[in-house]
């Protein structure tokens, strides 16, 4: 039977969950930012689902107010990434870096190590990096996006051209002639670009995929350039299946017109599902976690309306007034879908725990309400595959396990077991070892 | 029983061991290179034995000639550190990183957070890097020393500040509350150096040592200057009691200059030991790995010795004239150990094969060659203890574990258990966290 089945993705980040709270939610050990073990535990439990990769976003700084809510990344994702590399089997592992601030030889080294290690799983999501206090780490500011992307491009092509600058055939290793490695086959890539230059080469050999594939989780024109030329995969932050449909489309335009065939990228859209097993116990779940955060939060809210809305309201529904007075604002795709939410007659607290203005769209309820999200957006075409953020890593992975997964499975959405062992083989995505020359004529310095 | 004991760190690096043949040694999987359970595993023999640390080599190049020869490193120390973190309870973890060509902030980070994964047992050399192969692959050359040690000063301590940016007592996680962090305790440090700046916080709580330890393996007055500073391990590469001595009195006395207590900086020796039976085995051990690679050698022995050799006459021993002519040279501190062995009437091959040329001095015959020559260097007050490179990891390790630390701790000069959990705890390194103020009033800019 071929029917053609979603891709799943999951977000891993703090050790708590994608909610900025979790870390105090009821069985959430308050101090697992810092336990690799609980990561190890939540990367065994999507491979026990199925799921084709974990995703780590990342930024080099501290960017939230930690009164109340917990770091959004992981200590370091690298390392984090290699703890889970031996504690699982299967499952993709793909890292945000930033290209910005790292050197392409230390990203080529780290991330090629990381797929040697884990035989074959490493994936790798360029980001630009657009924080100024990762710039301040770093003792910089932020450079215009033209500065960013060229050294971006710059980046990536340097870091395959060094993940390719040992040929998969030259190690030997002839014990009875002694020769190690055929040096013929192990060369300088002698690359010089506008912002970085790396001459190689990079002594490591092959993974089991080749080398680490890449990702894009920009936006906007830039982003699809990167995209267009390098990913094979692309996560991206999206309300509806129109716009769904559009960003998809956009990335495999951009592809094509790199000259690759746009099937080798796979669009994944962002979920942060509720699941409880009613709709009023869902968005309770998540007023729990908002008690701190919710507050501050309503005067946004308002503002996606287009009406006044003040925190000492936060308890009761929009009155009639402001019902009739509300306008979605056309700068924040998820106001439709909040103004929706306020006139079935939700008090603010609890469009908020609607995940209202959450990153990501927010299927509310039973698991069925989450695999029904999930089966219109990729029935329609708009999607291969989805980014899904657990709110809370303790129970919300084995809940999406337990409960999402199976019936997808059912539905013959989703596959029942890994198919391959690589990560090129879980997205479908073609062998490659080095440079694509496909992709990089047009930027040849 | 209060005896001074020895502390002992070993080398990791390869896979294979630290003779660069040893990649085609009976009985090592010639591939080791890549094999992340391998470098577990001789983690674990080293822990076995109760070694104090790990100590990895790092230059992020490839500086060897791979024909024959193996690459000296991991594919990437902090990788395989985070494998080793997750396959071992006490042996402390350090790893060497590049001032020159890393960034403060990511320096700062993947160690601090391989200090938590590993529940306090990191360590930091950092390494100024002198090898244009390194500096090439970041597209530049290699700085004059008084650049590259002004940016490794500005580094350390940039480093060091954002290691105690977040305060030890600054976590709160008070589920009751919702106060997550006392923010008032997580602040930036601002640090404008020359070469390098950076604002901080690293948003990493302590690990239960704090912060990672400082090593410092370089040489030189510029070296002694980080080491006096900042080190509580120094590894020196040393042919004499009492040029070991020498060395071990600079640091002690640069620490002391730094306002320091001597006794904060342990100094090691390193030791490359060939073990076996006889003296005439463990030549053959070493001359089965040379097989490829001694011949080249033969021209640079014939310089230490004073005298014109060449490789036609490896299995030969030295002629009378020659042994007449030769004097050692003054430039080689392994040059006299050499013609005694030449003296001897072995063959230049098996000069070679007593490691006359290698980086350490290596006791050659059985365990106990290399348990006199520790306990004479130890109990002569020259060293604090070892870095122990072992020949082949395979077996080189269990050999010293099950023959050379029985006999060391039966002379009651080696511990029979870890007294504590933590790096600081087997080196007796004092508690430190963030900067050390006596060490950096020097160098405010
Ligand atoms: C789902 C998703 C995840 C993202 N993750 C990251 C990330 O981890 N780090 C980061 O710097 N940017 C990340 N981005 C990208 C930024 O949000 C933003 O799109 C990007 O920085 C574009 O800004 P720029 O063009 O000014 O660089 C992500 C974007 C999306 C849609
Ligand atoms: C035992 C030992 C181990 C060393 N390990 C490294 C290393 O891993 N990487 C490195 O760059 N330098 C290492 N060094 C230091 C260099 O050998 C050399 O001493 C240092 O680069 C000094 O040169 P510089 O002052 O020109 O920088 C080590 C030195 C010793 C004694």
Redesign the interface.
């Known amino acids: 039977m071929s029917q053609r089945q979603m891709l799943i993705g999951m977000q891993l980040g703090n050790g708590y969950g994608s909610q900025v709270?979790a870390?105090?939610a009821p069985g959430v050990a308050?101090?697992n930012?810092?336990d690799?073990d609980a990561q190890v535990r939540y990367a065994q439990a999507a491979e026990r689902g199925k799921l084709q990769f974990l995703f780590l976003p990342d930024t080099?700084a501290?960017s939230s107010?930690?009164?109340?809510?917990?770091?959004q990344?992981t200590?370091?994702p690298?390392?984090?990434l290699?703890?889970v590399?031996?504690?699982t089997e299967r499952i993709g592992l793909v890292s945000t870096a930033s290209t910005t601030?790292?050197?392409p030889?230390?990203i080529a080294?780290?991330f090629?190590?990381?797929d040697?290690?884990s035989h074959g799983r490493a994936g790798w999501n360029p980001a630009t990096t657009s924080d100024p206090?990762a710039a301040?780490?770093?003792?910089g500011t932020i450079a215009e996006r033209p500065v960013r992307y060229q050294r971006a491009h710059e980046t990536i092509q340097i870091v395959q051209a060094l993940w390719g600058s040992w040929q998969r055939d030259a190690?030997i290793?002839d014990?009875a002639t002694?020769?190690?490695?055929d040096?013929s086959k192990?060369n300088?890539i002698n690359m010089?670009g506008e912002y970085?230059?790396?001459?190689?080469?990079?002594?490591?050999?092959p993974s089991e995929q080749g080398q680490p594939v890449i990702f894009s989780a920009g936006g906007g024109d830039y982003g699809l350039t990167i995209a267009g030329r390098y990913a094979n995969g692309v996560i991206g932050s999206t309300f509806s299946i129109d716009d769904a449909r559009a960003q998809r489309d956009a990335a495999r335009e951009a592809a094509r017109a790199a000259g690759r065939d746009p099937d080798e990228i796979k669009f994944f859209a962002g979920i942060m599902p509720a699941i409880a097993p009613t709709v009023r116990e869902a968005v309770e779940r998540r007023k729990q976690l908002g008690?701190?955060t919710f507050p501050a939060r309503v005067p946004y809210l308002g503002q996606m309306l287009g009406i006044r809305l003040t925190p000492d309201q936060i308890d009761d529904p929009l009155t009639p007034e402001q019902l009739a007075a509300a306008r979605p604002s056309p700068f924040d795709p998820r106001a439709p879908r909040a103004l929706e939410i306020a006139r079935e007659g939700w008090t603010i607290r609890e469009i908020l725990g609607h995940g209202a203005i959450d990153y990501h769209p927010t299927p509310v309820g039973p698991a069925s309400a989450t695999a029904d999200h999930m089966t219109e957006w990729f029935e329609s075409g708009a999607v291969d595959g989805f980014w899904f953020s657990p709110d809370i890593y303790e129970d919300g992975i084995d809940t999406f396990v337990d409960e999402v997964i199976p019936v997808l499975q059912e539905r013959g959405l989703f596959h029942t077991d890994y198919e391959g062992t690589t990560l090129r083989d879980h997205l479908g995505a073609p062998a490659q070892y080095g440079l694509d020359a496909r992709t990089t004529a047009a930027t040849a310095s």
């Open positions: 709270t870390w105090r308050p101090r930012y810092s690799f080099p501290l107010d930690l009164t109340h809510e917990a770091p990344m200590l370091d690298l390392l984090t290699a703890a590399a031996r504690g601030f790292m050197e030889y230390n080294r780290q090629k190590a990381l040697v290690m206090n301040a780490n770093f003792g190690w290793t014990t002694g020769r190690y490695a040096t192990i300088p010089q970085v230059a790396s001459r190689g080469p990079l002594p490591i050999p008690v701190h």
